[in-house]
T-cell receptor
Framework: DAGVTQSPTHLIKTRGQQVTLRCSPKSGHDTVSWYQQALGQGPQFIFQYYEEEERQRGNFPDRFSGHQFPNYSSELNVNALLLGDSALYLC??????????????FGPGTRLTVT | QQQVKQSPQSLIVQKGGISIINCAYENTAFDYFPWYQQFPGKGPALLIAIRPDVSEKKEGRFTISFNKSAKQFSLHIMDSQPGDSATYFCAAVIKGETSGSRLTFGEGTQLTVNP
């Protein structure tokens, strides 16, 4: 049973560019959440997708957008990259209607470096 | 606004000792409190979690103690091993009625267990 997978593993972009990160949830999961983890800090919630709609959003600007596909996989897009966007981007999946719907399982993350 | 405060920032323990990490929260709407373990280059892994109607939960060497009136909870790692050396994050969750859970993380504790 594959866990949460993310691609790419590492990414280097230039300030002002746009980036797309991808996530496939754990088998049986229907909800995907994205988090940003700056070096030495705890993950910060960006947004959550369920049934292809953004259900919750954290305190992140509109430059951060996402999408969920019918197969539950998800993309995170960041436009007009800033140096401060350099971080580990984590995807977490869960099962909204499940008995353990509070449990979120994380992927290995995508390390984004903006130069 | 930091809704979950974690201490200490770093902790060094001898092999076989007890590691204790503390967290305090502000929002009484939180209704689920997980702990995550993160190794360098990896995503956080769910370790153990507790609901506010329980004062203690134990799984193997890991125990959560929960004090609802004080809005505090702690992780105890008994018989700490060098393999436990990692960063530990406490978190708190509010689950929406039509959306999944949203994790609010503490700042993290870097645990080092010396052999």
């Amino acid at each position: 049973d594959a866990g949460v997978t993310q691609s790419p593993t590492h990414l280097i972009k230039t300030r002002g560019q746009q980036v797309t990160l991808r996530c496939s949830p754990k088998s049986g999961h229907d909800t995907v959440s994205w988090y940003q983890q700056a070096l030495g800090q705890g993950p910060q919630f960006i947004f959550q997708y369920y049934e292809e709609e953004e259900r919750q959003r954290g305190n992140f600007p509109d430059r951060f957008s996402g999408h969920q596909f019918p197969n539950y996989s998800s993309e995170l897009n960041v436009n007009a990259l800033l140096l401060g966007d350099s971080a580990l981007y984590l995807c977490a999946s869960s099962w909204l209607a499940g008995m353990s719907s509070y449990e979120q399982y994380f992927g290995p993350g995508t390390r984004l470096t903006v130069t | 606004q930091q809704q979950v405060k974690q201490s200490p920032q770093s902790l060094i323990v001898q092999k076989g000792g007890i590691s204790i990490i503390n967290c305090a929260y502000e929002n009484t709407a939180f209704d689920y409190f997980p702990w995550y373990q993160q190794f360098p280059g990896k995503g956080p892994a769910l370790l153990i979690a507790i609901r506010p109607d329980v004062s203690e939960k134990k799984e193997g060497r890991f125990t959560i103690s929960f004090n609802k009136s004080a809005k505090q909870f702690s992780l105890h790692i008994m018989d700490s091993q060098p393999g436990d050396s990692a960063t530990y994050f406490c978190a708190a969750v509010i689950k929406g009625e039509t959306s999944g859970s949203r994790l609010t993380f503490g700042e993290g504790t870097q645990l080092t267990v010396n052999p």
